[in-house]
């Protein structure tokens, strides 16, 4: 259970870091664009916002997605272990009976 943990944080690290250099990557284009006198510092700006706001919105909603799944995934271990445990319950009060059931017999 904990490699698959790590496993999921590992997975969300690394989104993190790809948005760390995607944001670079757009600051760095965008900053290329206004020196070229495509677009000027406040276009960039309010580009700038607009791409780290839809991310955020993104970012959010798979966060919120995943959330979901992983709750979905535990509850079915959770309901995996209830009906190993019910079926152990089981067969130890099927043993319990069969051994008692010997004992009475000399």
């Known amino acids: 259970m904990n490699t698959m943990i790590d496993s999921?944080?590992?997975?969300?690290l690394a989104g993190v870091g790809a948005a760390v250099v995607t944001k670079d990557k757009v600051?760095?284009?965008?900053?290329d664009?206004?020196?070229?006198?495509?677009?000027?510092?406040?276009?960039?700006?309010?580009?700038?916002?607009?791409?780290?706001?839809?991310?955020?919105?993104?970012f959010e909603t798979l966060s919120g997605e995943l959330n979901e799944k992983f709750k979905d995934v535990l509850a079915g271990f959770n309901r995996n272990?209830?009906?190993?445990?019910?079926?152990?319950?089981?067969?130890?009060e099927a043993l319990e009976?069969?051994?008692a059931g010997k004992k009475k017999d000399p």
Do not use: W
């Open 33 to 58: 664009f206004v020196k070229q006198g495509k677009v000027t510092t406040s276009e960039a700006r309010e580009m700038a916002e607009k791409i780290a706001a839809d991310g955020k919105k993104e």
């Open 81 to 92: 272990t209830q009906d190993r445990l019910a079926a152990l319950e089981a067969r130890v």
């Open 8 to 12: 999921i944080k590992k997975t969300l």
């Open 97 to 99: 009976h069969k051994h």
């Open 27 to 31: 600051e760095a284009a965008l900053g």
